[in-house]
């Protein structure tokens, strides 16, 4: 069975009704956000997602609330994961069909953490189709490969209060309030230099290609996203109007 048709049974069953998507000022809102580890796609997610009152659609909180529903594919999903394997894109992609299926992405998704590769996205322009809500823009969070880095391996956790800081950035009279108060900055194990390192360069190698699929389909857009996070913001709010 191809996707296409694999699509088409799943989603009309699914759906079942008409699905449109029209935001504030009747602009629609559908968007993919692309940008390495750090790059503030969560950050500026939810943001958006507030303001535009449409819903941040994350891989990891769509498989774990699938699963806990107990829907159709979510429960493909969970025999998947409990057999300790990873779900295939087949399944993720059953998932999403279901999630913006709900009422509260009516007005419109943000895509955050799929697709992460150029066939996901071509599965997931097909299933976009398939739904006759196909994408608006792709938005690049860009940041400079240094900035990454430290952003990363800065980040610190307040051992008394669990206040999140970084090394690198955070003004140092927050730094030196912790250790005043008796407190230590505290480093996730996973956050070192080289693991860091890696992680990026497996963003490089599967996912910036998704950024020349995008520009071949003219839906890409790039914002720098160094600077406060008011100032990303306002950046992409400025994008996404253009």
Do not use: H
């Given at each position: 069975?191809t ?6 049974s799943v989603?009309?069953?699914?759906l ?17 956000l ?6 503030g796609?969560?950050t ?16 990891g909180d ?5 699963v806990?529903s ?5 429960l ?10 990873l ?8 998932i ?5 299926a709900?009422?509260?992405a009516e007005?419109?998704?943000?895509l955050d ?6 066939q ?9 189709d ?7 823009t ?6 400079d490969f240094?900035?990454l880095?430290?952003?990363l391996t800065?980040?610190r956790?307040?051992?008394?209060t669990g206040?999140?800081?970084n090394?690198y ?12 108060a008796?407190?230590e900055?505290?480093q ?10 890696n992680r ?8 910036e290609p ?6 071949k389909r003219r839906?890409?857009?790039?914002i ?5 996070i008011?100032?990303?913001y306002e950046?992409?709010?400025?994008a996404?109007?253009?």
């Open positions: 069975m996707l296409k048709s694999f699509l088409g989603l009309r069953p699914v079942g009704w008409a699905f449109f998507d029209v935001t504030r000022e009747n602009e629609s809102m559908r968007i993919v692309l940008g390495a580890p750090g790059s796609k969560g500026q997610a939810k943001k958006l997602m507030a303001d535009r009152n449409i819903p941040q659609v994350s891989t769509m498989l774990r609330e699938a806990a107990g829907t159709r594919f979510g493909k999903a969970k025999s998947v994961m409990d057999a300790g394997n779900v295939p894109d087949e399944v993720v992609l059953g999403i069909s279901e999630r913006l709900q009422a509260d007005n419109g998704f943000i953490g799929f697709p992460r590769t150029t996901q996205a071509i599965d997931l322009e097909e299933l976009l398939e739904m006759e809500t196909p994408l608006d792709a938005v690049l969070m860009d940041v240094d900035i880095v430290k952003r800065g980040r956790t307040c051992s008394r206040k999140l800081l090394v950035f955070s003004p140092q009279e927050e730094l030196d309030a912790v250790t005043a008796g407190g900055l505290v996730r194990e996973d956050d070192n230099e080289a693991t860091i390192r990026l360069d497996v963003y490089r190698e599967n996912t998704l950024i020349d699929f995008y520009r839906k890409l857009v790039k720098d996203a160094e600077g406060s008011d100032e990303v950046r992409l709010l400025e996404l109007s253009s």
